[in-house]
């Protein structure tokens, strides 16, 4: 699966692209504003688009009513990234038929629970303890 990650914050794509690499995610693109994670839709469908409301250019919000109002992307999965917990921008994000939500500053379990009710597992957990003593469990004899 294929991801775009569209945040006018360079530490938060980061973030993000970080994370879903720790999943076992490689293909994860960045755009920087709304209008250029638009065009980036257009041209190629992704599995999973995950944009912060709050941006300069196009705001989060206008680039998921766009993708909407769009046939050839209206039905791509859209996850929305936000210091926002108003009701009304909540309650707007669900008319537009936003398929996930989730509040920063989250966790990388939080993040990929947003993702598993989104259909979205793990392919492969990299560098958790977790991980790390499940692979040695299965070593010893």
Do not use: W
């Not at 638009?38 to 688009?49: E, F, R, S």
């Not at 947003?114 to 990299?126: F, N, Q, R, S, V």
């Amino acid at each position: 699966m294929n991801f775009l990650v569209v945040d006018d914050q360079s530490t938060m794509r980061s973030l993000v692209k970080g994370m879903l690499n720790k999943m076992g995610y490689k293909d994860v693109e960045e755009a920087d504003d709304g209008s250029v994670g638009l065009d980036m839709l257009k041209q190629k469908p992704y599995g999973l688009v995950i944009s912060d409301i709050h941006m300069t250019t196009m705001s989060g919000l206008d680039f998921l009513k766009e993708t909407r109002s769009t046939s050839t992307i209206k039905d791509s999965k859209f996850m929305l990234v936000t210091t926002e917990s108003s009701k009304a921008a909540v309650i707007e994000a669900i008319k537009y038929k936003v398929n996930g939500y989730i509040l920063k500053p989250f966790t990388f379990e939080a993040f990929q629970e947003k993702l598993k009710l989104l259909g979205i597992e793990p392919i492969a957990i990299a560098d958790t303890p977790e991980a790390q003593a499940e692979t040695a469990e299965t070593k010893a004899p």
